[in-house]
Structure formats: C-alpha cells, structure tokens
C-alpha cells in the first residue's frame, strides 16, 4: 500500500453584484463651531443621499459614523514661533449599491459634494457560498485526479481517501478599485470588477 498526497485547487471568476462606497468628509476651520456645522450638514446631505437610494432598491444598506472632530497645529508661512489652530471634522457614509449602474454617477455626486470616496466590489453572501461550494468540490474532483495519476504511475489505484484537509477557501475582492477627490470633474466610466473565488485542498490517498 502506499500513501499519496495530493493537493487540488479550483479558481472562478465572478462579476461583482454589489459595491460600496463609501464617503469620507473632512472639514477645517479656525473657528470650531463651523468646522462642525459645515461637516454636519455634508454629513447629512450623503445620509439623505443614502436613504433615497434605499428607498428606491438602488442600495440594501448604508452605515454612517459620528463625526469626529480633533484640533490640528500648523504653523503661519514664513514663521516658526506663530501657531495657526485648526479644528478639522471628518466622518465615514457607507452605501451598499445593488445598482451597479449607479457607482460611477454617485461617486461623482459625492465627490461634487465635497467627499473622497471609495469604492470595494463583492458578491451577494448567497452567491459568495454558492461559487464557494463549487470551487471546493472542484478541488476535491482535482486532488483525486491527481492522486489517480500517482497511483497509475506506480502500477496502483486509489483504494482508499484518508483525510481531506483544507487548505484556503475564500472570495478575492478587488478592493479601492475606484477613488475620486474633489478634484474630479466628469463622471468617469466605471467597469464592474471580477470577484476570484478559489479553494484549494490537500488529500491524503492510500493506493494498492
């Protein structure tokens, strides 16, 4: 009898079927009171944005953060001794698009509002364990071949699996595919990115 071991892999490619963007806000002042009420109302306009989408089934979720204000020291130009105070306010919007159509005219809306965005591309959770499932099946299908062809070089056949281990088994995401500024003035044309959904296994096979 002898022992093989065998490691068997299976990838996929699948278009992304959600995206998330998100918005991140950062406003500064000298007076901190304003650093606040400007970030707010940003703030709250992309929270407005968010729910419409919502409502229409554009997007299935959206996360917004409290904002956080912190006091930043810089110095005047041309002096080392005299200290400029700033109170900048910064917050994080998170929409979850089902509407891929959309990704590239709500970047630019956001980034036309004063936000920098990001973008991160995946599949549905169903869909995820549905081409995840397949991929692992398909490494089991490959580490066997490949057990089957150890076993007919020796003159043998594969009588018997002994263990099945595993060895990695996720969804790849492309992540900040997308990113925009307040620089940005056009929409940009946006492709839906691939999601890699690869298993690998490794087999133990006892042939005779």
């Known amino acids: 009898m002898t022992e093989i071991h065998a490691t068997g892999t299976a990838e996929t490619h699948h278009l992304a079927e959600r995206a998330t963007v998100q918005a991140h806000t950062s406003v500064a002042s000298r007076d901190r009171s304003q650093s606040i009420q400007t970030a707010s109302a940003l703030h ?8 419409q989408l919502r409502g229409a089934g554009d997007a299935t979720w959206h996360a917004a953060s409290p904002i956080s204000t912190w006091t930043r020291k810089t110095y005047a130009e041309g002096s080392r001794t005299r200290v400029i105070l700033e109170h900048v306010t910064t917050s994080n919007v998170s929409v979850k698009l089902a509407n891929l159509d959309l990704v590239s005219q709500l970047v630019n809306e956001l980034t036309e509002a004063g936000a920098s965005t990001n ?11 549905t081409h995840e499932r397949a991929a692992r099946k398909a490494a089991v299908a490959s580490a066997r071949e490949i057990a089957d062809d150890y076993a007919d070089a020796l003159g043998e056949r594969v009588v018997q699996v002994a263990s099945i281990s595993d060895v990695e088994g996720r969804p790849v995401a492309p992540m900040g595919m997308m990113r925009a500024s307040a620089e940005a003035t056009e929409t940009a044309e946006v492709t ?13 096979f006892v042939s005779e």
């Open 44 to 51: 709250n306009r992309i929270v407005e944005r968010a729910q």
């Open 119 to 129: 973008v991160t591309w995946t599949l549905t959770e169903q869909s995820r364990r």
């Open 192 to 204: 839906i990115q691939e999601i890699t959904v690869r298993a690998s296994v490794t087999g133990v």
